[in-house]
């Protein structure tokens, strides 16, 4: 009896530590990116796609945040 509640314990605590993980990426998921959080509605939608030309075009970082403030501004008119 003593082996059945050892094993059965066993299985409890391997199916809790490979369920685990698996909950905590779902939840990630669902968390707002920075742009999402810091931008008013509706542009950062526009931030990301204004921030991936930039790496296209090859913007150097110095020049890459009024880039993608000048590009974001076209975009919301």
Same mark, same amino acid.
């Given at each position: =009896?003593?082996?059945?509640?050892? $094993?059965?314990? *066993? *299985? ?7 369920? $685990? @993980? ?7 998921? =669902?968390?707002?990116?920075? @742009?999402?959080? =810091?931008? @008013? @509605? $509706? ?12 790496? /296209? ?6 020049? /890459?945040? /009024? ?5 974001? *501004? /076209?975009? =919301?008119?």
């Amino acid at each position: =009896m003593c082996r059945l509640a050892l $094993g059965c314990a *066993a *299985a409890l605590a391997a199916a809790l530590v490979l369920a $685990g @993980p698996a909950a905590a990426q779902k939840s990630d998921a =669902m968390t707002a990116t920075a @742009p999402e959080k =810091m931008t @008013p @509605p $509706g542009q950062s939608a526009a931030m990301r796609d204004c921030d991936k030309q930039a790496m /296209r075009q090859r913007v150097r970082v110095e020049d /890459r945040a /009024r880039f993608v403030k000048d590009c974001v *501004a /076209r975009k =919301m008119k």
